[in-house]
């Protein structure tokens, strides 16, 4: 079993793949804000994960797997956050002019986010996806579910979002 250096630490995270949700303990540095973690230059080619639980939803089946280490190519994950009721600081001024909350529902593989993007008053949200050039957009106020995972319901206050990998889906 992998054991901690002095300047690291674990933290529970949920990784979203195409067909895969991954729960576990992340191994990060101390000084590392988690929630914005593949963010910054320190995001690994490969996320350690301890005490890993993997849920597989393919097909409509769902087959359930222990591993006390996994190796998850960051490449492969679609969202990612860390786990309620654990929080950081969000990551955005309120009082930043300009700026609005756009209701929008994702799907990610097989998992449904209804939430928030914050995007410019002076456009739209696909106008904000044409433009940006971030791998990664915070999306807010989360609600997660999964039609094949009855009793997966999560509410998390922010998560990390591949916006290139994901379908985007706005009501009126």
């Given at each position: ?40 230059d320190s995001a690994p080619n ?94 807010y106020e989360v609600n997660i ?28």
């Amino acid at each position: 079993m992998y054991t901690l250096a002095p300047d690291e630490k674990k933290t529970m995270v949920f990784v979203y793949a195409s067909d895969l949700l991954l729960r576990g303990e992340a191994v990060t540095k101390e000084s590392i804000l988690v929630s914005r973690w593949l963010r910054t230059d320190s995001a690994p080619n490969f996320m350690q994960i301890l005490n890993a639980q993997l849920i597989m939803v393919s097909g409509g089946t769902v087959k359930t797997f222990n591993y006390p280490e996994v190796l998850f190519p960051t490449e492969q994950c679609l969202a990612f956050h860390i786990a309620p009721p654990t929080r950081d600081p969000l990551d955005y001024e309120e009082d930043e002019p300009n700026r609005m909350m756009a209701l929008t529902h994702m799907l990610v593989g097989s998992f449904l986010f209804d939430g928030k993007l914050r995007v410019s008053t002076q456009t739209d949200i696909g106008t904000s996806l044409d433009v940006s050039r971030s791998p990664w957009l915070s999306f807010y106020e989360v609600n997660i579910s999964n039609p094949f995972l009855p009793q997966l319901k999560m509410q998390v206050p922010m998560l990390l979002i591949r916006p290139e990998r994901v379908c985007f889906a706005m009501n009126q």
